[in-house]
């Protein structure tokens, strides 16, 4: 205190005047306050020592309200150890604690008759104690923090002039592990006031992303990441399970997995609300509540499903989303055409089918006996071709009946829900007689009057066979005579004939039941005269008679039938879309791996695939707003959908321009009837289409931040590498799905890639004609197909093995236009020039700062054989660790894209050339504007300099300095 009085004013105006703002701070949301002096009323109680030190005051700020604070100034006298230390400060589980003092300091200079010894910095330390009331701690036993010089040094004039210096220096005690600490101050003869002390830590403040909610995290030590669980909140469960991780600067980083809303509530912001009445959600996977299908109602909120209307049913494999249905009404027009024991029955489908498409016909037979009125059902005997239930086409061939019956068939229509229905089956009646023919297999011996007959029986006859009967006469005669014959036999001669004479023959059968029909007509002609029968007794002849011929005819026609009918219902099986319908169109519930991609191709109606696939959307819900660019097939807008009893949202829309061929337009939407396939978070999702007016548009969902080449192109070094990790995991994850199901892009590219205002990356672009015609990087090989050759691998290239393998190449690539910000691959290499030196082991070298595991990741995606390559499951789970660990990522790779040995002459004569070589072209008027106008006046320049002059990025700032640096180390081919 002895030099006190010598400068009277000095400690007055060692503190600058406080505004209230400054006094009442508000703080980061993501800074907790251990201690803060300018909260502190009465003493702070801390230790000084020696007594003639430090010394505590209250000053007032400007709204009168004391501040306590801390003051020396023993700057006469030499060899000065003046100590204070503060109270015990809880940690509060903090590794990482940040202390901010504000300060002033004198000039020793401004102070007149000052010895040498006057000093202009002091001293920080801390010890770590569990022990909250040490009344004595060693100075040995202190961690020095740092020695604090002030930036800001105030003079006398200063003083005089009032304008105060107020210093302000954070510094950070990392990896604390006890219960608390001490600080403490050295001065060693310095003019000081310490006018206010916080102590703080950083923690991620409580957030909810993606519906999971991440507590309130403190950061790590050592600025380690801490990888956090989020819970899913209120309503929602896991898809997958959610992560982030709180960096140590308390942000957020890399959100993975996510919940969604439970079924019976959907996603609104950051919550889940309950369906309204008339609507329900059936899977959590769908993201919002739909209005209840036709004939079916929800009463409740929350519903996962709308229950039918009374009459209206739904069958266990129906989905939610599908209207409540109802048996069909009876098939109509039942026509029969008999042949023989052989019926065939056609008619037209119901009027009403329910509707459903899946109505399919059931047959019943009855055989009558006594006029029709005692029935019984036919025996096993009887045959249905193709089959008797589950007929899909309105036609059945019924075969083996028995002859001379009366059969009556009932034909039912039947839908998914007829078992449902108590209603009785509708149904349409055919009744039917068969006939008994017999089928006259003729014996014949002839003579000039007699003539030998033999048949056969009928093949089922409904009885015991009790005669036969044959009935002749003379050819065209009939009308005029004819003679009736009868046996019990298969045989008859009938003699007294005329000789040279033509007669016709017919036979039939008769049962207890009575007489069956006629066989067909033979004619015969008797001998002009006594000869030698033709053919002996042992000679038969069999004669190819009309009802054979219309035996084999039938036989012909039922093994067509059969054939025909198996042969359609084999191609049917095969093509019928159904059965893949079944697993696609349940809304949009797909078990992630459990599915195999449909190529649009394998439908004979690619319409179809689009109507399977993709949902039409009303174009009056659509609004477009602003064009965001050209595809192949017209422009692409974004815009908004409303759709019915659903959130507006943000869109993205492709349209097809006007006067496109047929082709053209199938080549449009296939892009959507494969889009329409994938559900996944990296997937670009397909909202629907536009197919029933004009123009054709394809709605996606819409992606702020546009495709990522791009992207980074704009934020060149912007970004940490654990985001520049998590967009890739992004891709990875989405790639995985889509190899998972079989699916090969074969155009994957950061210019394919679509970011949203989340980071969060997306894998787009699939029309089928893409990579023939919409690149513009895909270039023609040799083979003739178009390929985007820098970022495809060899065998792709060379012979056009296109796999899940050639993706991971591509992916690789893209990895390295992520790391590089969206630098060309191969620069400006020729493609020829590419292949070439991809053939002889060239690999792209890691670009700048990019840490070892990725490069050593990339050249993994391009080892020369494929089955060497990772699988995308296993570039998911290295990026995982990688995460998790962000040591790992601090060993950089030890090279530039300066040491590209496509450039090996590599040489710049301006600052100009020199700018445009390093992607920094837009610096070139700040570099001349500063007065760089020559290579070798930039050799020395700081990132302070380039801060002055305006390059404020810290990308850039280091993008340049690096290379500067390689302008060093290779200074022979630099003409300066
Ligand atoms: P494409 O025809 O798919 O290559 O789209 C052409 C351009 O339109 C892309 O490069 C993007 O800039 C933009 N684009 C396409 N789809 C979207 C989307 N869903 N969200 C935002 N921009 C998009």
Redesign the pocket.
Known sequence: MATLWIYPSLLFFLFPSLTPSQALRNYPENEVTLLDTMSALGDLGWEAYPAEGWEEISVMDERNTPMRSYQVCNVMEASQNNWFRTRHIAREGAQRVYIEIKFTLRDCNSLPGVPGTCKETFNMYYYESNNPNLWFIKESQYIKIDTIAADESFTQTDVGDRVMRLNTEIRDINNLSKKGFYLAFQDVGACIALVSLRVFYKKCPLAVLNLAQFPDTVTGGDSALVEVRGSCVNDSEEFEAPRMYCSGDGGWLVPIGRCVCKPGFEENKDYCQACRPGTYKASSMDAYCSKCPPHSFSHQEKASECSCEKGFYRADMDPRSMACTRPPSAPENPISTLNDTSVTLEWSPPRDSGGRGDVTYSIHCRKCAGDGRICSPCSNNVHFVPRQFGLSIPKVLITDLLSNTNYTFSVEAVNGVSDLSPTPKQLVTVNITTSQTVNVILKERKSKDSITLAWQGPDRPNGVIVEYEVIYYEKNQRDQNYTVLKTKGHMMTVEGLKPGTTYVFRVRARTDGGYGNYGGEIELETSHEDMLAIGGPNQSTILAVSIAGGIVLLTFLVACFVVSGRHCGYIKAKQDPDEEKMQFQNGRVKLPGSRTYIHPHTYEDPNQAVRDFAKEIDASTIRIERV??????GE?C?GRLKLPSKREIY??I?SLKAGYSEKQRRDFLS?ASIMGQFDHPNI?RLEGVVTRCKPVMII?????N??LD?FLKKHDGQFTVIQLVGMMRGIASGMKYLSDMSYVHRDLAA??I?VNSNLVCKV??F?LS?VLE?DPEAAYTTRGGKIPIRWTAPEAIAYRKFTSASDVWSYGIVMWEVISYGERPYWEMSNQDVIKAIDEGYRLPAPMDCPVVLHQLMLDCWEKSRSERPKFGQIVNTLDKLIRNPNSLKELANSSVWEDPTTPEFSVSTVDEWLDAINMGQYKDNFANAGYVSLDSILYISMCELSKMDVTLVGHQKKILSAVQSLHAQGTHVQV
């Open positions: 965001i660019g050209a595809g192949e097939f692409v974004s869109v993205a492709k892009e670009i996606t969902e819409y992606m702020e546009g495709s791009t210019r394919n679509l787009s672009d029309g893409r919409d």
